[in-house]
């Protein structure tokens, strides 16, 4: 009995070990919450007028919240399936309104502030893999754990965010835990197809390589700048992106570089039309007209120096001739920056990150907001244009268990909405985000 007894002993842990090992292959179910609350507060600064879509001149200090459940489930061999109910509330500075690379990334375009409950995803994927290569998934957000072979091809169908799948980047892309102004979330000139709370429905695929990856989505587009209601002739009005990505190291250091493409399709109006029918005070919106399109292309790159450091780099660029659909009011824009982790000072899961964006316009946008014309972030009923160039340095304190985090942030905003005579803008942050 006794020498039996070793034998069933490794009997059981073999078999919690096999159980683990297929809980790590098929986790069928799982489920997260986060939540993140950023204040902002600007100084006063002088300007010496002010327009409908202007920041405002005077001291101001302004809450946002959202809050949202992730829930995730597989289904048969391939399939799995995600929702997220999702809650938000509070304001940007000004309504969101008077600078294009806006400073808060977890406000929407929204006219109230009161708190409001909908659906931010819903949505379904089938994978189908080939080869023996495996790459080990964690449990998280919209991410069953498990493992996923590094040949594949995936379909998703449903509401997700394009920010879910393209311009991804490790140092500069989630306003949640990293930069938050807009312009350093993603490509500023990809005017990417969103409703008003950053959401999508439509088709999106997938091609993975061990060491590159290719993405395409035609999706639903808006009936209006900035709207809620979907465009249902989806034959005049859709958008397409197409992304590649390729993966690299140098030095076994990590890297990644990808370009983008898109094409908005649908009746945007024109600003050269706009000025045509009207060389005072024109309205773009007047001039919308299907057929029309809107398109442009980013360049995304990132590197890693070393284990505690890592920089990238944005370079985007739009046609710029009919007017903003979706984002924000940036037809081109250049972005770098570096992320320092804490482990050099014993904060490992601490860090430290600083950006710099310069945002531009195109000739006929400019001479439209020169000529008192409105967007719909952007407008002080003339313009002495300039760039727009921001600067944004935040440290990320993890103030327990990686499960929150406290981050104190500055930006520095020249030239807001592209006004010589407006700004300079100083803008403190303290942001709170909690998950598990």
């Not at 997260?32 to 202007?54: D, E, M, R, W």
Request: glycine share 10%.
């Amino acid at each position: 009995m006794v020498k039996k007894l070793p034998l069933l002993l490794v009997l059981i842990i073999c078999a919690v070990s096999a159980n683990a090992q297929d809980t790590l292959k098929q986790q069928r179910f799982n489920f997260h919450f986060q939540q993140t609350v950023i204040t902002q507060s600007k100084l006063g600064f002088s300007a010496p007028y002010t327009g409908q879509n202007s920041l405002l001149t005077q001291k101001e200090t302004q809450t946002s919240i959202t809050t949202s459940l992730f829930g995730g489930a597989r289904l048969w061999k391939g399939a799995q399936a995600f929702f997220n109910p999702e809650m938000s509330g509070g304001s940007g500075l000004s309504k969101t309104l008077g600078v294009a690379g806006f400073p808060n990334g977890e406000t929407f375009r929204v006219g109230s502030a009161e708190p409001k409950i909908y659906i931010a995803r819903l949505f379904l994927t089938q994978n189908f893999e080939w080869g023996k290569d495996k790459d080990t998934l964690n449990d998280d957000f919209n991410q069953l754990a498990g493992l996923k072979s590094k040949r594949y091809f995936s379909v998703t169908v449903g509401k997700w965010g394009m920010a879910d799948y393209f311009d991804q980047n490790s140092f500069s892309h989630d306003p949640r835990s990293q930069f938050m102004n807009w312009s350093l979330m993603s490509n500023g000139a990809w005017d990417y197809p969103a409703n008003t709370r950053g959401y999508a429905i439509g088709v999106y695929a997938e091609l993975g390589q061990p060491t590159w990856t290719l993405r395409y989505a035609m999706t639903m587009v808006t009936t209006q700048p900035n709207g809620y209601i979907w465009d249902e002739r989806i034959g005049k009005a859709n958008s397409q992106t197409v992304e590649f990505e390729k993966r690299y190291a140098i030095s076994n250091k990590k890297g990644a570089f990808r370009i983008l493409g898109f094409v908005n399709n649908g009746k945007p109006g024109n600003y050269n039309l706009a000025l045509a029918e009207s060389p005072v005070a024109p309205d773009v919106e007047s001039t919308e007209k299907y057929g029309r399109n809107k398109y442009g292309f980013g360049l995304n790159a990132e590197q890693n120096l070393t284990k505690d450091f890592g920089v990238f780099a944005r370079a985007s660029w739009n046609d710029g001739h009919t007017e903003t659909y979706f984002f924000t009011e940036i037809d081109r824009s250049l972005s770098f920056g570096g992320v320092l982790n804490g482990q050099s000072w014993k904060r490992k899961y601490d860090e430290i990150g600083l950006a710099f964006v310069g945002n531009g316009l195109s000739g006929p946008h400019r001479n439209y907001l020169a000529a008192g014309g409105y967007g719909f972030i952007i407008g002080d009923g003339r313009l002495n244009y300039g760039t727009e160039m921001i600067g944004e340095l935040y440290y990320k304190i993890n103030a327990f268990q990686q499960k929150f985090f406290i981050s104190p942030d500055y930006q520095f905003i020249l030239h807001p909405a592209y006004n010589k005579d407006r700004g300079p803008v100083n803008v403190f942050s303290l942001r709170a985000h909690v998950e598990f």
